[in-house]
């Protein structure tokens, strides 16, 4: 079974491609356009193996979500991605796996991807 990467980003396009690209490679792909949304989605019984996360969003942002996801014994254990158009000066307390850059590497990002779902 394909591991699932749920991407969340509020840039549509962003999401249609980066969906798009990671089905290409073999993995499951849920979006959700803002922090809120993946959080209904992962306790509403969705799952994921990794999530891409970017961090200015509406509703809620990646900074909340991140907060959120950690206290949550069900979610902690999560590996994310950050994918974000901004200089983070404490991305370090965000406690991520990796982060990129906008405009995204495809590639690169799906690197990341395998190197936290070794089984695809």
Same mark, same amino acid.
């Given at each position: 079974?394909?591991?699932?990467?749920?991407?969340?980003?509020?840039?549509?396009?962003? @999401?249609? @491609?980066?969906?798009?690209?990671?089905?290409?490679?073999?993995?499951?792909?849920?979006?959700?356009?803002?922090?809120?949304?993946?959080?209904?989605?992962?306790?509403?019984?969705?799952?994921?193996?990794?999530?891409?996360?970017?961090?200015?969003?509406?509703?809620?942002?990646?900074?909340?979500?991140?907060?959120?996801?950690?206290?949550? %014994?069900?979610?902690?254990?999560? %590996?994310?991605?950050?994918?974000?158009?901004?200089?983070?000066?404490?991305?370090?307390?965000?406690?991520?796996?990796?982060?990129?850059?906008?405009?995204?590497?495809? %590639?690169?990002?799906?690197?990341?991807?395998?190197?936290?779902?070794?089984?695809?």
């Amino acid at each position: 079974m394909p591991a699932t990467v749920l991407v969340v980003d509020d840039d549509r396009d962003l @999401l249609r @491609l980066m969906t798009k690209f990671l089905r290409l490679e073999g993995f499951t792909a849920a979006q959700a356009t803002n922090g809120r949304e993946a959080l209904d989605y992962l306790r509403g019984g969705g799952s994921a193996n990794v999530i891409l996360l970017d961090l200015r969003m509406p509703v809620m942002d990646g900074w909340a979500f991140r907060r959120e996801q950690r206290e949550d %014994p069900g979610l902690a254990s999560i %590996p994310v991605v950050v994918l974000s158009g901004i200089e983070a000066d404490h991305m370090e307390e965000l406690g991520v796996a990796a982060s990129f850059n906008k405009p995204v590497s495809f %590639p690169g990002i799906v690197g990341a991807v395998r190197r936290l779902c070794p089984a695809v």
